[in-house]
């Protein structure tokens, strides 16, 4: 495989580790007690608010190293995917005011190089070698 190609996956997975990295620090400092409300809104329980560490800050570490990146990167989709049903599924046809923009195109965008990370795999620069990395 070309270099430039291997660059181009190390730099999806590190754009999408490191930002979604700062949203599990968030949740490392601030808890995940206030996710507990959306879950029971859609009936589940309170306990898959932990899910968010794992989702926003093992999976971005995993998916930084390369090290399981297709798996760490699915668990970020669906992350993402619950957060946009439960949090923001009441902006999905909203523009944002103040420059425009969609109102759910970080958690979207987000979603989407995650689910190319998990299509594409790590690439030669990782850690480990496997069928999910």
């Given at each position: 495989?070309?270099?430039?190609?291997?660059?181009?996956?190390?730099?999806?997975?590190?754009?999408?580790?490191?930002?979604?990295?700062?949203?599990?620090?968030?949740?490392?400092?601030?808890?995940?007690?206030?996710?507990?409300?959306?879950?029971?809104?859609?009936?589940?329980?309170?306990?898959?608010?932990?899910?968010?560490?794992?989702?926003?800050?093992?999976?971005?570490?995993?998916?930084?190293?390369?090290?399981?990146?297709?798996?760490?990167?699915?668990?970020?989709?669906?992350?993402?995917?619950?957060?946009?049903?439960?949090?923001?599924?009441?902006?999905?046809?909203?523009?944002?005011g103040g420059g425009g923009g969609?109102?759910?195109?970080?958690?979207?965008?987000?979603?989407?190089?995650?689910?190319?990370?998990?299509?594409?795999?790590?690439?030669?620069?990782?850690?480990?070698?496997?069928?999910?990395?």
């Amino acid at each position: 495989m070309p270099a430039r190609e291997e660059v181009g996956r190390l730099a999806l997975r590190l754009g999408l580790g490191g930002i979604l990295f700062f949203h599990g620090v968030f949740k490392l400092t601030h808890g995940v007690e206030w996710i507990r409300q959306p879950l029971a809104g859609v009936g589940l329980p309170g306990f898959l608010a932990y899910g968010a560490y794992v989702a926003e800050v093992i999976a971005p570490l995993l998916v930084i190293v390369g090290w399981k990146a297709r798996l760490a990167a699915l668990v970020i989709a669906f992350d993402m995917m619950m957060a946009i049903v439960l949090v923001l599924r009441s902006q999905l046809l909203t523009i944002k005011g103040g420059g425009g923009g969609w109102a759910v195109e970080l958690e979207v965008l987000i979603m989407l190089v995650a689910l190319a990370v998990a299509l594409l795999g790590s690439g030669r620069y990782r850690l480990g070698r496997g069928v999910w990395d």
